[in-house]
């Protein structure tokens, strides 16, 4: 395998060739089709990706996360262009809306994955460079990244839901393409109609948040990116496992993803001390362990135990061989499910490390 030698500043360069511009999107379904991009260009890595904005199934979002470094705490937060029929965790009838999740250390969850989420008036996103900053108007939720991808800011100020802080990501891996390094001419499909672009593999994370009275800080690892589509979530994807972690020197995301058209679809990429030495759509085995470790998932299955991942690096990197056993329950839903959990894993032969992770189980058919 390869050693893609590319450091942040490197990436930087990337996102010098097109100027700042912003799309304002109205709360409003467009009419006729949506068109994805899923070829990358020189830039804007975290932009909107969609043409004649928002149609009835179409989707684009961005999504951040943090998870502490005890895997106890995390906080995920979602601005969505969406209907409910293009993504089914959306308002109906709206186009636009954020969540928040919120899990504090004894175990209290905020917010249910399907309740509460926030319709704006109006969203207004600017690209500039390889970076994206997005106010979701009349929610109080907003997000600014920075040029070269280094740090992004979630800014959070809703007193009616008793809502107010910051999550702070500060980069320490490159981003990313499903099956490449961030590179123009990329394919952006990490399955079928359903793009992704990876601006934050793994980031330091500050939260600093104020939830109905009560202070969730803490420090621990974070993580930015987006997904797309041009047709319906659930047309496409029948089950998927996605997630990331840091373990020891590694920075890991996988998505294991079967289509509805019966194709296991796979992506994987690891850094080493922030230099990425595998990102590809192959090489890489994701399945649940323990307890409900039926594959391919169904609705009924209930929560695994956890998982494990085998990732093939080639060259003279090895096997790496994680095992990751879940903690804490971030999103406890049937079709939808989401935890923070312990990583242990190296390479085979090599020294064993530990980290914390936070991944996600779609599972559609019953």
Same mark, same amino acid.
């Given at each position: 395998?390869?050693?893609?030698?590319?450091?942040?500043?490197?990436?930087?360069?990337?996102?010098?060739?097109?100027?700042?511009?912003?799309? $304002?999107? !109205?709360?409003?379904?467009?009419?006729? *089709?949506?068109? =994805?991009?899923?070829?990358?260009?020189? %830039?804007?890595?975290? +932009?909107?990706?969609?043409?004649?904005?928002?149609?009835?199934?179409?989707?684009?979002?961005?999504?951040?996360?943090?998870?502490?470094?005890?895997?106890?705490?995390?906080?995920?937060?979602?601005?969505?262009?969406?209907?409910?029929?293009?993504?089914?965790?959306?308002?109906?009838?709206?186009?636009?809306?954020?969540?928040?999740?919120?899990?504090?250390?004894?175990?209290?969850?905020?917010?249910?994955?399907?309740?509460?989420?926030?319709?704006?008036?109006?969203?207004?996103?600017?690209?500039?460079?390889?970076?994206?900053?997005?106010?979701?108007?009349?929610?109080?939720?907003?997000?600014?990244?920075?040029?070269?991808?280094?740090?992004?800011?979630?800014?959070?100020?809703?007193?009616?839901?008793?809502?107010?802080?910051?999550?702070?990501?500060?980069? $320490?891996? !490159?981003?990313?393409?499903?099956?490449? *390094?961030?590179? =123009?001419?990329?394919?952006?499909?990490? %399955?079928?109609?359903? +793009?992704?672009?990876?601006?934050?593999?793994?980031?330091?994370?500050?939260?600093?948040?104020?939830?109905?009275?009560?202070?969730?800080?803490?420090?621990?690892?974070?993580?930015?990116?987006?997904?797309?589509?041009?047709?319906?979530?659930?047309?496409?994807?029948?089950?998927?496992?996605?997630?990331?972690?840091?373990?020891?020197?590694?920075?890991?995301?996988?998505?294991?993803?079967?289509?509805?058209?019966?194709?296991?679809?796979?992506?994987?990429?690891?850094?080493?001390?922030?230099?990425?030495?595998?990102?590809?759509?192959?090489?890489?085995?994701?399945?649940?362990?323990?307890?409900?470790?039926?594959?391919?998932?169904?609705?009924?299955?209930?929560?695994?135990?956890?998982?494990?991942?085998?990732?093939?690096?080639?060259?003279?990197?090895?096997?790496?061989?994680?095992?990751?056993?879940?903690?804490?329950?971030?999103?406890?839903?049937?079709?939808?499910?989401?935890?923070?959990?312990?990583?242990?894993?190296?390479?085979?032969?090599?020294?064993?490390?530990?980290?914390?992770?936070?991944?996600?189980?779609?599972?559609?058919?019953?």
């Amino acid at each position: 395998m390869q050693l893609w030698h590319l450091s942040l500043a490197a990436c930087a360069l990337f996102g010098s060739a097109r100027a700042a511009s912003t799309l $304002v999107v !109205p709360n409003k379904i467009a009419v006729g *089709p949506s068109i =994805a991009q899923f070829v990358s260009g020189s %830039s804007a890595l975290d +932009g909107p990706k969609l043409t004649n904005e928002v149609n009835a199934t179409s989707f684009d979002w961005w999504y951040f996360d943090a998870v502490s470094s005890d895997s106890e705490a995390a906080v995920v937060i979602v601005f969505y262009l969406s209907t409910s029929l293009g993504f089914p965790f959306v308002p109906s009838g709206s186009v636009l809306s954020v969540d928040i999740f919120a899990t504090f250390p004894n175990g209290t969850l905020i917010f249910d994955p399907l309740a509460d989420p926030l319709i704006g008036g109006s969203a207004t996103i600017t690209t500039n460079g390889d970076g994206a900053s997005g106010t979701w108007g009349g929610t109080g939720f907003s997000f600014e990244g920075a040029p070269d991808l280094s740090s992004y800011t979630v800014t959070v100020d809703n007193p009616v839901l008793g809502i107010k802080g910051t999550l702070q990501l500060n980069s $320490v891996a !490159p981003a990313h393409y499903p099956c490449s *390094p961030k590179v =123009a001419g990329a394919n952006l499909e990490v %399955s079928p109609h359903i +793009g992704w672009a990876n601006a934050m593999p793994d980031a330091n994370a500050i939260a600093d948040f104020t939830i109905l009275g009560e202070k969730l800080q803490f420090n621990g690892v974070g993580y930015h990116d987006k997904n797309w589509g041009d047709e319906g979530f659930t047309t496409t994807v029948a089950s998927w496992y996605w997630g990331h972690g840091r373990l020891g020197p590694y920075s890991i995301v996988w998505f294991d993803v079967l289509g509805n058209d019966g194709i296991e679809y796979v992506s994987a990429y690891v850094a080493l001390n922030g230099a990425i030495i595998k990102t590809s759509c192959s090489g890489i085995k994701v399945r649940p362990t323990g307890r409900n470790s039926q594959y391919p998932p169904l609705s009924t299955s209930g929560a695994p135990e956890g998982y494990q991942m085998t990732i093939d690096l080639g060259g003279d990197y090895g096997t790496l061989v994680v095992n990751i056993t879940t903690t804490t329950t971030l999103a406890p839903a049937t079709i939808y499910q989401r935890w923070a959990g312990d990583m242990t894993g190296g390479v085979t032969g090599g020294p064993t490390y530990t980290g914390p992770a936070l991944y996600e189980q779609f599972a559609f058919n019953s």
